[in-house]
């Protein structure tokens, strides 16, 4: 018998299932499934037999799903029925227990956090290891000096080590969001039913331990309400791929023939249909656009929740397509970016050349100054007028005569100039805790590598 006078219309049929994305679900609703049996037979709701049954039928189903071989029949609506229906196959009429003391609104929201408590694991591996990747490389590229950047005009200069822990530690900060999407995940929905608890003494605490949970969500109408968790998955997700896009930005740049910086490995690059000579940067290119895509599944899983009243509303379906592109994008970004590193090669001369711009010691020779008594606005204002005359010249700031010296920056001597633009100086003088002195970097560079080792400040 059914409650429904009329079948459904196609059109709502197509629009409500759900089984075209949620079956990548099943392996986490049939481990649940057979500890929610377990759990049911330890209480006393149902027999060990039939607790026994219904486990070898959803092992029936698991070995089905792992060959491939699981069929979805057309009316089956989402992954929670379509594993009911292929169990009553299975085992008969004793199938239709497994659903005792059970919705599938705790089920769904069980699946989801088991399912986004993997991929956060996942995605924090993948950020550990392409840590990792970074501080091999400022290990092997330490005393490598380079320009560094604001607003794309030359700054000062760093070593390439440097920059290369810039990112690390922007890839520490997601690892630590990925851990707080775990803990996020620890609360188990199981057992709220369909919002206000179940009618049986049921063991939540048997089915938390069971399923990986820390404990029980402590109110049924929260737990089948809340998708906090995508969101915090999504977030970090969001903030990763947006680092991501930072670094995939730089290598486009730093491989631009312009540039030079360095040259990315061939299997990382692609060429043109028309023009020979091409080596594109393709996979920086993608790291650059996918992270919008992400952020995007972050707004619009925010959209989908925004204004529910509690508790289950079928817009939580929405949830899933969501969090299962982001977490797949992010994966595949994670591992490009770092096969891409590992394979990239920096041209230490380029660099050099680039650095040795002594326009970008200027910072430098006001602090001299500013070491000698003066104002830093004021040295700021003698250097601008150094730097000026310099470009009106066209020559270097060491080629100022000594006249120019003399009218312009009375305080300095053409030695001072010389020993401030000795080589490395400008990099050797930034000694202050993180500056790129090469004490520094060395000592940051321990400091990423106790992190990585699980050990952090
Ligand atoms: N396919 C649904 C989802 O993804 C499962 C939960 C359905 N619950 C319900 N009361 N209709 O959210």
């Known amino acids: 018998m059914s409650r429904f006078a009329e079948p459904q219309d196609p059109a709502f049929r197509a629009l409500n299932a759900s089984i075209s994305f949620d079956i990548r679900l099943a392996p986490y609703d049939v481990a649940q499934s057979r500890a929610h049996a377990r759990m049911l037979a330890r209480c006393g709701v149902i027999a060990a037999e039939e607790a026994a049954e219904l486990e070898r039928g959803l092992e029936a189903v698991c070995e089905e799903l792992d060959a491939g071989r699981f069929e979805v029949r057309p009316d089956d609506e989402d992954v929670h029925m379509a594993i009911e229906r292929r169990l009553t196959e299975i085992v008969g009429p004793v199938g239709g227990k497994l659903h005792t003391a059970r919705s599938r609104n705790d089920q769904v929201a069980t699946d989801v956090a088991m399912f986004t408590r993997d991929r956060a694991r996942a995605a ?38 440097h920059h290369l822990l810039a990112w690390l530690w922007k890839l520490q900060r997601d690892r ?43 109110n049924s109408i929260d737990a089948v309400s809340s998708r906090d968790f995508v969101l915090d998955y999504l977030s ?29 490995a061939d299997a990382f690059a692609s060429g043109s249909s028309i023009m020979p000579q091409k080596k594109n940067p393709d996979a920086a290119e993608l790291l650059r656009a996918k992270a919008p895509r992400i952020a995007g599944h972050l707004v619009a899983l925010h959209g989908v929740l925004h204004g529910l009243p509690l508790t289950y509303n079928k817009d939580l379906q929405e949830d899933k397509e969501h969090l299962f592109d982001a977490a797949d994008t992010l994966e595949l970004c994670l591992a490009a970016a770092d096969g891409m590193l590992r394979g990239t090669r920096f041209r230490r001369e380029r660099m050099a050349a680039a650095a040795s711009d002594e326009l970008l010691a ?37 080629q100022l005569g000594e006249e120019d010296l003399r009218t312009l920056a009375p305080a300095l001597a053409p030695s001072d100039i010389a020993g401030v633009l000795r080589q490395g100086a400008p990099l050797e003088s930034k000694v202050s805790e993180g500056g790129t002195a090469l004490v520094r970097v060395r000592e940051q560079l321990a400091h990423a590598r106790a992190e990585l080792a699980g050990h952090g400040r």
């Open 176 to 218: 630590r969001r990925f851990g707080f999407c775990l803990e996020a995940t620890s609360e188990l929905p199981l057992g709220a039913g369909a919002l206000a608890g179940v009618n049986f003494a049921t063991d939540r605490r048997y089915l938390a331990s069971e399923l990986g949970f820390d404990r029980p969500a402590e």
């Open 236 to 264: 970090a997700a969001a903030t990763c791929a947006t680092h991501l896009s930072q670094l995939g930005s730089e290598l486009v740049l730093w491989s631009s023939e312009e540039l030079g910086f360095c040259e990315l």
């Open 362 to 398: 200027a910072t430098d020779l006001a602090d001299l100054l500013v070491r000698r008594g003066v104002p830093f606005r004021e040295s700021h204002a003698i250097v601008a007028g150094l730097v000026r005359a310099a470009l009106e010249r066209g020559v270097a700031l060491s």
């Open 124 to 161: 924090s591996e993948l950020v550990g290891t392409l840590m990792g990747t970074l501080a091999d490389l400022a290990e092997r590229h330490l005393e490598w000096a380079m320009p560094a950047y604001t607003h794309l005009q030359r700054a000062q200069p760093v070593y390439l080590s």
